[in-house]
């Protein structure tokens, strides 16, 4: 049988920016789940967690708004997370690169006011805006930081791709924190013979 | 208003107060648009809740698949006309999945209640069968499906464990029915039981 190929779109997520004193409303992302209505999720829980039913350790939408929303449609969530770590949990705990990525949590903020729905934040005005600050962010880190956060991501991708690859054909959503989005866009296309990537309003 | 994607369900049969309840229910969960029974088009979905004393059965329209919400079951299979039999004993978010799994003309048969259809079958029938031979000569894929079949798990919940969508399931279940030439999912289910 000749499966159609696998349509996959990237849908960032506020995730641990909920953290800072602006929160928003999370129903949004659980209207987009629910009229998008792919078949498959992928979502930062790792797979362990997502098995015992334990999801406390898991970012305030998935806990809040994806998860509730799967329960009752029929959109399987497959957990992609290799580990529980975010963005945030690489930061630096003290010195002067901590009060510098201080500095950058408040740019974050700011950019978070400006962009308060899902289509601003993956638009491309925040896109940029976040790469930059992220990428600024990143410096800051130890080189043992980077590359366990880099090593993240690429095993991310790769659950993301095996994922396609054990059920072809079929429309499916990642839903990660936007601070991903400017590695795992490029790990991604590298695999574009299996699957064709879009924005998730078309998916 | 009602979204394209929403699958429209009415209620119907119970007492007044439980109507009620199962539309606000049924208002509140995403892509379902609840409608009087009479509407024109018809529902997609009619759930008819059953009592044991009162087990009438509403006349349908064609296109409208019917769930009865019930208690307990005294048939040895599911009765003509019904697509899916649904506990009061199972959760609110398997009833939304039980509505949208015979939307797509699928059947929906709850763990209990196939048990208790299966037990129905055995004392009227003793004699051996052939469906492990049958189950034997399907792919390891189909077993793994057949066996979560057996556990009277929904398409959404067997998709969940493998981590596979639920067409995936769909199109696995189509060729397990036609290798164990079986022509429903409550025969499938209830020789997967016999099997496990």
Known sequence: MNNPKTRLALLGTMSDLHKQPICYDLACLQNIVAELAPDLLCAEVTREAWEQGDISQSSVEIRESLAPVIAVTDTVLIPVAPTPQQFSDFAPRDGWRYRLVKMFDRFFRWGQIQANNPEAVNGPWFGAFCHTVCMATELLWSAEQRAAWENQNKQLAENIVHTIQRDTGRRVLVAVQCQRLHHLIPLLRAHSDLFDIMGYQYL | ?196
């Open chain 2, 1 to 196: 208003m009602r979204r394209p994607h929403e699958i429209t369900v009415s209620i119907g049969g119970g007492r007044a107060l439980d109507r009620a309840g199962l539309a606000a229910l049924l208002a509140s969960l995403p892509g379902f648009h609840v409608i009087p029974q009479d509407n024109d088009p018809p529902p997609q979905v009619l759930v008819w809740a059953t009592y044991t004393d009162s087990m009438e059965l509403p006349l349908l329209k064609s296109g409208t698949k019917l769930l009865l919400l019930t208690e307990t079951t005294t048939e040895d299979s599911l009765p003509d006309a019904v697509h899916g039999l649904f506990s009061r004993e199972e959760t609110t978010s398997a009833l939304a999945i039980a509505i949208r799994q015979i939307a797509r003309g699928e059947q929906y048969l709850s763990p209990t209640l196939a048990t208790a259809i299966l037990e129905k079958r055995q004392s009227k029938s003793r004699r051996a069968s052939p469906e492990m031979s049958l189950v034997d000569e399907l792919t390891e894929r189909e077993r793994e499906i057949v066996d979560l079949l057996a556990q009277g798990l929904s398409n959404k919940l067997i998709a969940s464990k493998l981590y596979l969508s639920v067409r995936t399931v769909e199109g696995h279940l189509a060729n397990i029915y036609l290798r164990l030439g079986v022509h429903s999912r409550t025969e499938a289910m209830l020789m997967a039981m016999k099997v496990r």
